[in-house]
């Protein structure tokens, strides 16, 4: 999708607007509904077929779903493809339990996933981008360059192997960008959804089995202690994949195409002790999960909007995150604006349990990228991922320059 | 041959009761009676813990019929 609004926000019609269809996102700009959302209608009603969901574009409007537990409940589903679907994972599943039974499920996997544990792993992240990035120069896809990115190092935590990193990035794919023409398989969206879901699914399965058989110790050990079903063990190890694998590539993917049209490469690269608040800047500015779900528990009010209970409510966090009231001049990707959360990660008991370690990560990819390459240039069209709730660029032609 | 009807029996059992379905043949479609991703992690978990049978999770996910199972369990 455009990361900036690029049309007239005053001749949007939001009437004609429908934030349930992939191709906004691929082909259109969203920026530019959100902001027109914003202006004019913050909690607006999306009607898909018979039925529909309350589409929230605020800083304070989403915030407020997120922490609200009580009110606005994550057991209904937590993305836009189970809108109006019963949620098998209710309950088993970290990201679709509410609190208080959430933390029986969330608590161990926090303590894995502490930024103390995950130190441990900074130097061998540290080899895995050189190598990803070291062998490139002259003409390449950025985006598909670092898309191993997330796998090197979850993979280390889960046990999954190197040669299967691959096949794993391929069946995410096909789980959140099921109407992407690269990742759908022929029998259309619905097919290429169950399976790359069935496929993952069968895979973690397999490795959970595995790690029951020879304990590891690791991440998936952690749920293997818990006194959850099986199905629940194997829907955890995918919801840990699917917020991993699927977003964070995105971050620098997005933020080196900003960086190319406005030209400020050289500048970010040369100020390295700014990095950390760059990267918090580069999750705001390209917020890789673009939306979530919750399901309003009783009779509510959003932003002055009144909900009932039962009514699906999607916060778009790319909108959010623009807020003019919270981020001013939102759409500028500025490394030195301060002081202000974002929503990226989420809010609230579900805040993305994997942050530290993607901002160690994002730390990382932005340090070794800066380190490796003096200037970059675009070579061809940059293509965006055709989803509602992955936000990112899938192919990003470059030509790079190693100093 | 026997040990092979035992397992199908069982298999046929253990089905009905996750799915809540009274009656299941050899060629039901797991998914299409019901089932989800976790009842059928849940359905191998159990395979494996009562007869100590590891049956590669694709087949069920993939391929999720009880014959398919079998066939599985035989070829091993």
Known sequence: ?403 | MQQRAELEGRLIELWSEKLGVPTVTAEDNFFALGGDSLLAADLLMDIYEEFGLEIDAAVLFLRPTIADLLQEVSAV
């Open chain 1, 1 to 403: 999708m455009n990361l900036v609004p690029s049309t007239d926000v005053a001749a949007i019609d939001l009437a004609r607007i429908d934030l349930s269809d992939p191709a906004l996102f691929a082909d259109g700009d969203p920026h530019a509904v959100w902001q027109a959302m914003r202006q004019r209608d913050p909690v607006r009603w999306q009607a898909v077929d018979s039925t529909g969901f309350w589409a929230v574009s605020t800083f304070d409007g989403a915030e407020r779903v997120l922490t609200d537990h009580a009110t606005f409940s994550s057991t209904g589903g937590v993305v836009l493809n189970m809108l109006g679907r019963p949620e098998p994972a209710q309950g088993q599943q970290f990201s679709a339990t509410d609190p208080p039974e959430l933390a029986r499920i969330r608590g161990p996997l926090q303590r894995e996933l502490a930024m103390r544990a995950v130190q441990q792993h900074a130097a061998v992240v540290r080899e895995h981008v050189r190598g990803l990035l070291g062998s490139l120069s002259g003409s390449f896809d950025f985006a598909t360059a670092v898309s191993p990115l997330p796998m090197a190092f979850l993979g280390p935590l889960m046990g999954i192997p190197a040669q299967d990193w691959p096949l794993i990035a391929r069946l995410v794919a096909m789980s959140v960008a099921e109407h992407d023409p690269d990742t759908a398989v022929e029998e259309g969206p619905q097919a290429t959804l169950d399976r790359g879901h069935r496929e993952l699914f069968a895979y973690l399965l397999n490795l959970s089995l595995e790690h029951r058989k020879r304990p590891r110790g690791d991440l998936v050990n952690a749920l293997l202690a818990l006194p959850i079903s099986a199905g629940g063990v194997v829907a955890n190890c995918y919801s840990l994949i699917l917020g991993a694998a699927a977003a964070i590539a995105h971050v620098p993917t997005g933020t080196l195409a900003e960086l190319l049209r406005t030209g400020q490469y050289p500048t970010w690269a040369a100020r390295r002790a700014h990095i950390p608040g760059a990267v918090e800047e580069a999750i705001r500015w390209t917020s890789p999960a673009g939306h979530f779900l919750r399901t309003a528990t009783r009779d509510t009010f959003i932003d002055g909007t009144a909900i009932a209970a039962g009514d699906a409510v999607v916060l778009w966090i790319g909108s959010s995150n623009r807020d003019e009231r919270y981020f001013p001049d939102p759409h500028r990707l500025n490394p030195f604006r301060r002081g202000q959360r974002h929503l990226a990660f989420g809010a609230g008991a579900h805040y993305c349990i994997g942050a530290a370690l993607a901002r160690l990560a994002l730390r990382i990819v932005f340090e070794e990228m800066f380190q490796r390459f003096s200037s970059f240039e675009l070579a061809g069209d940059i293509v965006h991922v055709r989803s509602t709730w992955l936000a990112g660029i899938k192919s990003l032609p470059v030509v790079g320059r190693p100093r």
